[in-house]
């Protein structure tokens, strides 16, 4: 199985034609939902005693919770607007609430994982976290700009512990100091990761690994609705292709990597995790066709 932790979230999501107001968001919502149609997946997460039974019954449906704790308190809320082009996000708020401070365990069944996510969380939390698993393969970490820029030292520690890396171009940039992406990739393999995956948005991603970079474009689109969790889909369809597959080949890797622009592209068709819960693994089948077809040359 694979495990996923991090923010499982009440989002509030501006975009140009609509606001949805304390929705089912968090980053480890949409890795685990995305990873789900590849491998059983595992979540450790905490909520509030505010987080409503119909987004737990969406959970429940999708993943095994024996790793979500309900605590006293209020849930992890974030509040971003998007403008016009939907390309620029501004965070309006970041409420950590029961987020902070939280000690996760892991249940005895998921200790068994070789595959593990570290969503976008607490850095000191993914690290401490990574250590209680014996029979890891591969483990990935994902991370934005609040804990860049409230945590950078705490970043650069969790990237020791794992082995990729999935991060925006713009978040790159921040994290390292540098402006070019290759220059970006190295310092972060320089930290300790084997693979870096820099996701560029719309405009695809770029794979580093020892010598080899791939490159790959986004899944087309002429509508979108909402990015909310295209980064947190795409991370968690390609670790949850490779948990099925138990491996890590480049191969596979680069394949994993087909399998997250697809997913992630779900995503942003319709609003909040709308995108993924209307999926099934025959249109990710169908759209993996397309893909390849609009590579080919
Ligand atoms: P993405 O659009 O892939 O960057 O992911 C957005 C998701 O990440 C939202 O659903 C948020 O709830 C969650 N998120 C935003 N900021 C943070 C943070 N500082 N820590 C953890 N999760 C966050």
């Known amino acids: 199985m694979l495990t996923v932790f991090g923010s499982t979230a009440l989002d509030t999501i501006r975009t140009p034609s609509k606001t949805l107001k304390d929705v089912l968001g968090g980053a480890a919502t949409f890795a685990g939902i995305a990873s789900s149609f590849f491998i059983k997946t595992g979540l450790i997460a905490v909520v509030g005693n505010d987080f409503p ?6 959970l429940s449906k999708k993943l095994d919770l024996q790793g979500l704790v309900i605590k006293n308190g209020k849930t992890f809320r974030y509040d971003g607007k998007y403008d016009h082009t939907l390309s620029n996000r501004t965070t309006l708020k970041t409420e950590l609430n029961v987020l902070s401070n939280f000690s996760p365990v892991v249940p005895e069944e998921y200790k068994k994982s070789k595959f593990v996510y570290l969503a976008n969380n607490d850095p000191d939390q993914n690290s401490a976290l ?7 393969k591969f483990s ?10 409230t945590k950078r030292d705490s970043v650069i520690k969790m990237i020791k512990s794992v082995n990729a890396v999935v991060i925006n171009d713009e978040e790159a940039k921040l994290l390292t100091k540098e402006f070019n992406l290759i220059k970006c990739a190295k310092k972060i393999m320089d ?12 405009h695809g991603s770029l ?6 970079i791939f490159p790959s474009p986004a899944f087309s689109l002429e509508a979108i609705l909402d990015p909310t969790g295209a980064g947190d889909s795409f991370a968690g369809a390609m670790i949850g292709f490779l948990a099925s597959k138990n491996s890590t080949s480049i191969s596979n890797i680069k394949k994993s990597i087909v399998y997250g622009n697809v997913v992630g592209s779900f995503a942003v068709e ?11 693994s025959a249109k990710i089948a169908k759209r993996v066709r397309q893909y390849k077809k609009m590579v080919q040359f």
């Open 140 to 149: 990935m970490c994902d991370t934005i700009e609040f804990w860049i820029s």
């Open 130 to 136: 990574i250590k209680e698993f014996d029979r890891v």
């Open 53 to 58: 039974k119909k987004y737990h019954n969406i």
């Open 270 to 280: 319709k609003y909040g995790v709308d995108g993924l819960l209307i999926l099934t």
């Open 207 to 212: 794979l580093f690994y020892e010598d080899v």
């Open 191 to 202: 930290w300790g990761a084997e693979y870096v995956i820099i996701k560029k948005g719309e």
